[in-house]
């Protein structure tokens, strides 16, 4: 099992859409949770951090977690064509570094 | 303000030769990293270095070595090139383990 698994997409949503992005962690100790956003031949930038159970809102992005159900996942409301990326769930547990799963693509139809 | 710099962009190396990748931040981070990037892997980790003087391995350290010149520099050199190595490499700074990493715009290795 991957310690952090996404869907490989491609997510397609028509312009205006919900987009909703999903990932799951293995390590149960997890304690800091981010999703990046990727451009094609681009380094990944950080869209959202969530530490604790709940909703995080930053405008049009709400992040999810469930530390539970060891699962965070990304919603990005009104999409927009400019939103077509490969979006990278990462999960640190404090111990090393960021671990990140394959990536969803999520593709924007106009 | 630069953030986290990587040098070079682009290179291509023939099987055998050797080079080094080299990354720079200015944030005063503590700890950094090198990750590769292939398709449909998503970022694997090289090597890091938790603090100044300090490295250690990553997920996929063979073939590759580190040096972490101070608290600025943190280079990636590849003694031997081989065609697995072909990627996209990013370094990375992290404040503490605990926080987001910031990346370097990356390199575009191709050994052929």
């Known amino acids: 099992q991957k310690e952090v698994e996404q869907n490989s997409g491609p997510l397609s949503v028509p312009e205006g859409a919900i987009a909703s992005l999903n990932c799951t962690y293995s390590?149960?100790?997890?304690?800091?949770f981010f999703w990046y956003r990727q451009y094609s031949g681009k380094s990944p930038e950080l869209i959202m951090s969530?530490?604790?159970?709940g909703d995080k809102e930053d405008g049009r992005f709400t992040a999810q977690l469930n530390k539970a159900s060891q699962y965070v996942s990304l919603l990005i409301r009104d999409s927009q064509p400019s939103d077509s990326a490969t979006y990278l769930c990462?999960?640190?547990?404090?111990?090393?570094?960021?671990?990140f799963g394959s990536g969803t693509r999520l593709q924007v139809q106009p | 303000n630069a953030g986290v710099t990587q040098t070079p962009k682009f290179q291509v190396l023939k099987t055998g030769q050797s080079m080094t990748l080299q990354c720079a931040q200015d944030?005063?981070?503590?700890?950094m990293y090198w990750y590769r990037q292939d398709p449909g892997m998503g970022l694997r980790l090289i090597y890091y270095s938790a603090s100044e003087g300090t490295t250690d391995k990553g997920e996929v350290p063979n073939g590759y070595n580190v040096s972490r010149l101070n608290k600025r520099e943190f280079s990636l050199r590849l003694e031997s090139a081989a065609p697995s190595q072909t990627s996209v490499y990013f370094c990375a700074s992290y404040l503490t383990a605990n926080t987001e990493a910031f990346f370097g715009q990356g390199t575009r290795l191709t050994v052929v």
């Open positions: 969530i530490y604790s159970n």
């Open positions: 990462a999960v640190n547990t404090g111990r090393r570094a960021l671990t």
């Open positions: 944030m005063n981070h503590n700890s």
């Open positions: 390590d149960r100790g997890s304690q800091s």
